[in-house]
């Protein structure tokens, strides 16, 4: 009997080969499947059957990768059909990404919240620790609310067109300091009087 046909009949048995270079043994396992007849074929071809595992063991990290590029594409996605993803999580995933990356005050205490456009999570994070642009965002929110009744949350595009149409602009009047680094007394009385407004 050849050794590939030898162990094609083991491997149809349901046998498990292995070879302990330790011990110099060959291992057959699960021992009851073993017949009389697969011993005496394995003692007759004991060093080519012992070469066959040898060249089936994986001796580098390189043969892995080998296998692994075999199993796996390029970008790293089992070979076949994608999985279907649920009509609920493809859903929530495209509300968010509609809302995107958003941030608002969290219900905490010295908190704020930004949202994962890519996931549809929130995530608290300490104010004093926050960008610049989660306070003001934050903080333009509360006065919509406030100012304006809009109790709904604004999507990130939303909050663009927003910020886009309130420019401030600068008073066209007289610099508020001379070249030396005055400050004109008439400029001081012009912010006094807007300020009692």
């Known amino acids: 009997m050849a050794v590939g046909e030898l162990l094609h009949r083991v491997e149809e048995a349901g046998i498990t080969l292995a070879y302990s270079s330790e011990t110099g043994k060959l291992i057959a396992k699960p021992t009851s499947a073993v017949t009389p007849e697969i011993v005496a074929a394995l003692r007759e071809r004991r060093e080519e059957v ?3 595992l040898r060249s089936e063991t994986i001796q580098s990290a390189a ?4 296998i692994a590029r075999e199993v796996f594409d390029v970008n790293g996605d ?3 059909e994608p999985e279907e993803v649920p009509r609920f999580v493809a859903r929530g995933l495209e509300e968010a990404s509609e809302l995107g990356l958003v941030a608002r005050w969290s ?3 010295g908190f704020v919240e930004i949202h994962d456009p890519t996931a549809g999570d929130w995530h608290d994070i300490p104010t004093k620790g926050a960008p610049a642009w989660v306070k003001r965002e934050a903080m333009k929110r509360k006065e919509l609310r406030r100012h304006e009744g809009i109790t709904r949350l604004l999507s990130a595009s939303e909050m663009q067109e927003r910020w886009e149409t309130e420019t401030y602009s600068a008073p066209e ?3 508020a300091v001379s ?6 007394e008439d400029y001081l ?3 006094r009087e ?4």
């Open 189 to 191: 009385e012009g912010v």
């Open 179 to 184: 070249e030396r680094g005055y400050v004109y």
């Open 194 to 197: 807007e300020d009692d407004d």
């Open 63 to 66: 043969e892995v990768f080998d």
């Open 107 to 109: 219900r905490t205490f």
């Open 78 to 80: 089992p070979k076949g």
């Open 173 to 175: 009047e007289t610099p």
């Open 50 to 52: 012992i070469d066959a």
